[in-house]
């Protein structure tokens, strides 16, 4: 029996598969009618790719390999003879590991030498160079195969002290004269599994020792994953305590623990660590691992050892699925709305325009050549008038996105770029805890300068917008809308959270200590990567914002001058040939009958992509049926 987790993936696959399929059909009413441009095409296509490519992340921590590695084959891969991942007593994978599905690929183990670490690049980097790695193809039928695979992770080597030094690998296990470090740094597993499929990424995380080792690595976890989940035994350990402080206690991500109650811990133990980790006592659950993996990987399906696992399963499915449901929605709202209303906008003019030539010509019909001229007079005067009001509208327009442009400039890669070397050059002489971080902190202090530039932009923006648009519905009748707000919290609260991480890191004397040269060509290499990131989601954002506040209003009134002088050159054509008006008026009631449709379908598909209200956490979109169409 499918458990909750899988049938709620399951569900979420197929909505988000009806999404894409709605987004399609937008696609293809645009190229029927002939709405569609390159921009809006390519503007689509990303959205759609975005969704088709979209993943929830789920990180494992904690002291335990066996205990870890028990949980991700119990909660993702219990269809599959013993899991996917090695189980045991000594199983240890010494790395981070990746689990997904990448379709374009055929299935491997991909791994990157420990070696990498004497290198300038980042992971980040180095993952964008095939050349660094080493493939293993693996059989997702052959459970040999997989199991072969996934055993080269736990491979170490014993090297001498000097060479551990050089790759600031110092707190690892001794063998004699030499120390024993992983044969790896970072592992990638390619499985075409179902769960993985439907677009889960299962993150296994070393133990905190190695972790910290890596702090690029603990950095990108704690703010991509979706739920952080960290795996105990009877107790908080000192350094399990620290690896959570220092990355997940700001993260944005769900976090749950899981105590080995096999190993002595119970509800008072978990009361205990929900307070010391800051966490709601649901999200820290005891029960015995390694039973309950047992039981869980032999299709028990009842009995006191599975019921904390379905506990585990249940927050799991009601926190992290509909979250994510409600983020895609909002993010084909923003992205993809625009561009609805700007073609249900333009449809609406059309039909509009439509029906008050039918009623002009309607009112000439039988009548002499001099009702028409008047007719063509009062409009053509109504043109000039509408033709002076465009012109003052685009004079706003220019300076309202050129300040736009100016805005998205200051988040560009070069702009970073300039700030980021700087500081390097800064930081590369700063020996100490506080020349570190101020150097450091001068990042996020542009990043929210920047943040509450476009936010006071925006302000004016929609002030400037809504009076245009009230000017243009009182003379003009055009339909008064109002730009759609901007909303940038989320990327504060990440960068947020990135630099309580750096203070934390730098503040800490052991680390200064122990790894000054490494703190500044690793740890501040991943700190300014995730900053980057922020920076290009920041980026992007306001430039849909961007593109939703003025789009449709400069369409809209483009599209409305384009009409009236069509209205115009009908009316001249038809008053020296009053004879045609009657065949004019049976085209322009076809033409009114096909955008009466096109309207329909618009309001269909809005309804299907639910852009008429805004979504909420674990909100299904309307199917086609569900509601009528305005007429």
């Not at 350094?239 to 749950?256: E, G, I, L």
């Not at 960068?495 to 890191?505: D, Q």
Request: hydrophobic share 40%.
């Amino acid at each position: 029996m499918p458990s909750q987790l899988e049938l709620r993936i399951a569900q979420f696959t197929n909505w988000r598969t009806q999404l894409v399929s709605s987004i399609d059909e937008f696609r293809a009413w645009q190229d029927t009618y002939g709405h569609a441009d390159i921009e809006q095409t390519l503007r689509i296509y990303d959205m759609v790719e975005g969704l088709r490519n979209d993943r929830i992340r789920l990180a494992f921590m904690g002291e335990s390999a066996e205990d870890k590695i028990g949980l991700i084959n119990a909660l993702l891969f219990s269809d599959l003879p013993g899991g996917l991942l090695p189980l045991g007593a000594g199983s240890e994978f010494l790395c981070a590991t990746e689990i997904y599905h990448d379709p374009t690929e055929s299935p491997y183990v991909r791994v990157l030498p420990i070696d990498t670490r004497k290198k300038q690049e980042s992971i980040a980097n180095l993952r964008r160079s095939p050349i660094e790695w080493i493939t293993m193809r693996l059989n997702p039928d052959s459970p040999e195969s997989i199991a072969e695979a996934t055993r080269s992770l736990m491979e170490s080597r014993a090297v001498s002290i000097d060479e551990a030094r050089s790759l600031t690998l110092t707190n690892v296990e001794r063998s004699g004269d030499a120390v024993m470090i992983p044969a790896w740094r970072y592992a990638l597993i390619n499985m075409p599994h179902p769960m993985l499929k439907s677009g889960l990424i299962a993150l296994y995380t070393p133990g905190p020792a190695m972790l910290a080792a890596e702090p690029e690595v603990a950095l990108r976890i704690a703010s991509s994953a979706q739920s952080l989940l960290m795996v105990l035994g009877k107790e908080l350990a000192n350094s399990s305590r620290d690896v959570w402080k220092q990355y997940a206690q700001n993260s944005q991500a769900h976090k749950f623990v899981v105590l080995d109650s096999g190993a002595g811990a119970d509800s008072a133990t978990a009361a205990s660590v929900a307070t010391a980790l800051e966490l709601a006592n649901e999200n820290v659950l005891a029960l015995p691992i390694k039973q309950a993996v047992a039981a869980r990987l032999a299709h028990e399906e009842s009995g006191d050892l599975l019921e904390g696992f379905s506990r585990l399963e249940k927050l799991h499915a009601e926190k992290l699925v509909p979250e994510r449901q409600a983020l895609l929605l909002n993010a084909v709202a923003k992205e993809i709305g625009p561009l609805v209303q700007s073609a249900r906008q333009a449809v609406a003019a059309r039909f509009i325009s439509t029906v008050k030539e039918m009623q002009d010509l309607t009112s000439t019909s039988g009548k002499n050549r001099s009702v028409a001229q008047d007719m063509l007079t009062r409009l053509e005067s109504e043109r000039k008038l509408y033709q002076k009001s465009v012109a003052q509208f685009n004079v706003t327009y220019s300076d309202l996105n050129a300040k736009g442009q100016e805005l998205l400039a200051t988040l560009h890669d070069d702009r970073i770029e300039e700030i980021l070397s700087h500081d390097r050059e800064f930081i590369q002489g700063a020996w100490t805890t506080a020349g570190m971080w101020k150097n450091m902190q001068g990042l996020f202090a542009y990043f929210a300068t920047q943040v509450e530039k476009i936010l006071n932009y925006a302000v004016k923006l929609r002030e400037a917008v809504d009076g245009i648009y009230q000017s243009f519905h009182e003379n003009f009748g055009l339909a008064k809308l109002s730009p759609p707000p901007i909303t940038l919290e989320k990327h504060l609260d990440s960068m947020h959270a990135l630099e309580e991480n750096a203070r934390s890191f730098c503040r800490d004397p052991i680390n200064i200590a122990t790894y000054k040269d490494f703190l500044i060509k690793k740890f501040y290499d991943g700190m300014v990567e995730e900053a980057r990131q922020q920076f290009e989601l920041t980026r992007l954002d306001t430039e849909h914002w961007l593109r939703g506040a003025l789009g449709p209003l400069n369409g809209q009134i483009m599209e409305r001058q384009t009409l009236m002088l069509k209205r115009v050159e009908s009316l001249r054509n038809m008053k020296d040939n009053l004879t045609s008006v009657q065949e004019r008026i049976k085209q322009l009631d076809s033409q009114r009958q096909s955008l009466k449709k096109q309207g329909e379908q618009l309001d269909l598909l809005r309804n299907n992509l639910a852009l008429n209200n805004p979504p909420s956490p674990g909100a299904k979109p309307a199917t086609a049926g569900s509601q009528q169409p305005a007429s």
